[in-house]
């Protein structure tokens, strides 16, 4: 048995428990801690009745869904309307099977294993896969529920979730040309005997940020939920806990999202002259360190999630449109073009790269400024419409 558990299988088998165990528990107090962000922001109380400060809420909510009556709207597609939120929640959660927590960790017997549920060839491709599956929860919810308000908001999630993973996908193949892998863990390693992703490329690190808010249905571009239009979106129908699994989904890709920007961008569980840090320390404290490292960096991106939400206003729904087709996917094009270049010259690790990002972010904000139209609140090839007054004095 003791065996067994110092076995690859064995380890994965423990991270994957581990990593579930403490994901369930990080998703719950997100909820609580989104509250508390929100009001500091605000200038106002949060949760602060239920356990010291507050901490106890997240209990007293998952209670509440559990015990609230669930009420099945007639005329829904039932199965399917059922299947929805576990779909959403099933495909956010298996997504952490490819993250590198801690690099390599060696037993007394020389035996190194991976910290790290499982180790493919096509790990980015896997991400991205999974990501892309995640529309049909929301997709099925809002079509199965008989609303159109609830359709209109999965329409949006779908033709937001598509316009979307191409910018993302572009800006994700910048990073396959500059470091030759498609394996997360060898990315990061690649990032700790060089430089932070984030420093060589910080264009199309923003470009996956950007579309990181809009995968995740988050302000500025939680359309498909917008409630002064669309009365809740595509869950406006659901109640108790298939109410709350669609809450939990979103808060589990928030994680999955940081946790996969975090190994691309920010050198994993890297961190410069920390000896613990480094791949070649594969003591048991180094591979502790480097797990507490890459939950600090994630829970960073975690905070600016929830800082932003309430900070920027939602986009109209052809504003977020067109930022994709015309700002992002040709910035993403360019991106590529000096990737290709630079992989072409034998030069990916250069200053140029930086350099080129810089410009061609700059260039594409200059295309975007001149060519924004004003916001005039009528169709141009209408007629203004005279108020009252001036209907009175004609």
């Known amino acids: 048995m003791v065996e067994f558990f110092k076995s690859q299988f064995g380890v994965s088998l423990i991270v994957m428990v581990a990593v579930i165990a403490v994901m369930e528990a990080a998703v719950a107090y997100s909820m609580y801690f989104e509250r508390r962000i929100s009001a500091w922001i605000q200038d106002r109380c949060g949760p602060n009745r239920v356990g010291p400060a507050g901490v106890l809420q997240p209990v007293a909510d998952a209670l509440k869904a559990f015990l609230k009556e669930d ?8 199965l399917i309307f059922l299947l929805a939120p576990m779909v959403s929640m099933a495909v956010a959660t298996v997504a952490f099977a490819v993250i590198p927590w801690g690099g390599y960790f060696e037993w007394a017997d020389g035996n190194r294993v991976m910290i790290q549920v499982a180790s493919i060839d096509v790990g980015l491709l896997y991400i991205l896969a ?29 033709a937001q979730m598509i316009s979307y993973e191409i910018p993302m996908g572009l800006a994700i193949l910048v990073l396959v040309l500059t470091s030759g892998h498609l394996r997360l863990e060898e990315i990061v390693a690649a990032q700790a005997e060089g430089v932070w992703y984030v420093v060589l490329h910080p264009a199309a690190f923003v470009l996956l940020l950007i579309t990181a808010f809009a995968e995740t249905n988050r302000t500025p571009f939680d359309l498909p939920e917008a409630e002064q239009e669309l009365v809740s979106g595509f869950h406006t129908e659901y109640s108790a806990m298939k109410f709350a699994m669609f809450f939990l989904a979103e808060y589990t890709h928030i994680i999955v999202v940081s946790a996969f920007m975090t190994a691309l961008f920010w050198g994993g569980y890297h961190l410069p002259w920390v000896p613990w840090c480094q791949p070649e320390n594969v003591s048991l404290l180094g591979a502790l360190v480097k797990c507490a490292v890459f939950g600090g960096k994630v829970a960073v991106f975690i905070f600016f999630f929830m800082w932003v939400r309430w900070t920027l206003p939602r986009f109209r729904f052809d504003q977020l449109m067109r930022l994709a087709w015309k700002g992002l996917v040709p910035l993403g094009l360019g991106l590529i073009l000096l990737a290709g270049a630079l992989v072409y010259v034998q030069k990916p690790v250069s200053i140029w790269a930086p350099v080129g990002n810089v410009v061609l972010l700059v260039v594409a904000l200059v295309v975007m400024g001149l060519s924004r139209k004003p916001v005039t609140g009528r169709q141009d090839h209408l007629p203004p419409v005279r108020t009252s007054s001036e209907a009175e004095r004609t």
């Open 71 to 78: 009420i099945i709207p007639a005329g829904v597609d039932r």
């Open 130 to 158: 999974v990501g892309s599956v995640g529309v049909y929860g929301v997709v099925l919810g809002g079509w199965s529920s008989n609303n159109k308000y609830s359709f209109y908001g999965s329409m949006r999630a779908a």
